[in-house]
């Protein structure tokens, strides 16, 4: 009892640790404002008012109260100028958008984001496993909130994952595992939807609502070359660290260690009373999935790998070698 204590305590400890860690908050400071700085706006009245200026000088020489009068009537009234067939109707028209000068760049991003996306959802090992989560593109741009909702609801809802918490529910009934839930095709229901509810709440947790929070990119970047052990040891700590959205930097992945302590503590809420619960049960179950998941990301990494050679397939469309290549490179500038 007392080593069960002294466990639990620890991991009390390591998850307020985690919680309260000073990088989270500087991360979070390091977010705010960078999208913004595009957004300045000097650059559209200048051309408007150099031409605006240059035209009555044609018109009227002398007049610079007229030229002091005309540029503001240009200004308020830019849908006139096509009908007057005047020089300043390509400036206005241009300058009048002066809001989605920039958009186009923040439009750009977001489909290039959803193109990566759309491929990631064709990603599955053997035809059947969802890779969804997996990016190859080391490199990929950051997703938006919509996106990562979009991304985590995806896997949550895919027929494997309905198949695989059907397959959790008759190994527990076969081991007796929450007698609470009963036996029969009821019983057999209770745990299938129990085992759903784990695998839902962890994926919309983990993968969308913190990452959302915290400003962390949900998903793994797949290493794809360097030694085997290199890459392995990599694929285990990212259940650990993490990518930040906007600086790209690591740091710890409190969003996937919270979101299965977090999926733990609701499960509380609909398991049986009989069976594991209480904080103890919380942090065993969170730390438990989450060593689990090393075993998802290290297949997730050499799975490529394996495709190439017993099926002759490349998922990553060629990724691997251009890597490969950039090694081999920067090898040889070394030797030289």
Known sequence: MLS?????????????????HPACLKSQEASQGPNF????LPEAPQPQIEVALAEPRDQQPAGEQGQQAQPPAQVSTPAQDPATNSPVADSSSSSSGTPTVLTPTDKSKQQKAEDQIKQQEHQRVLGIIPSFNTSYVSDAVSLTAKQKVNLALHSAVDPYTFAIAFIVAGLGEAKDDNPGFGWGPEGYLKRSGASYLDAFDGTMIGNAFLPII??????????????????????????????????????????????????GAISNLYYPSDSKSGVAQTFEAGITVTLEGTFGATLQEFWPDISRKLFHKDPTNGLDAQARAADEAKKKTKLN
């Not at 002294?6 to 640790?17: C, E, P, S, T």
């Not at 700085?37 to 300045?40: G, N, R, S, V």
Request: hydrophobic share 40%; aromatic share 12%; net charge positive.
């Open 4 to 20: 069960d204590f002294r466990l639990v305590a620890a991991l009390l400890i390591a998850g307020m640790a985690l919680v309260l």
């Open 37 to 40: 700085t595009t957004q300045d």
């Open 214 to 263: 915290l400003h962390q990119d949900p998903r793994y970047f797949r290493l794809g070359h360097g030694k085997a052990m290199h890459r392995l040891f990599y694929a285990v700590a990212t259940s650990f660290i993490c990518k930040h959205d906007n600086t790209g930097k690591w740091e710890p992945n409190y969003s996937n260690v919270g979101g299965n302590i977090v999926s």
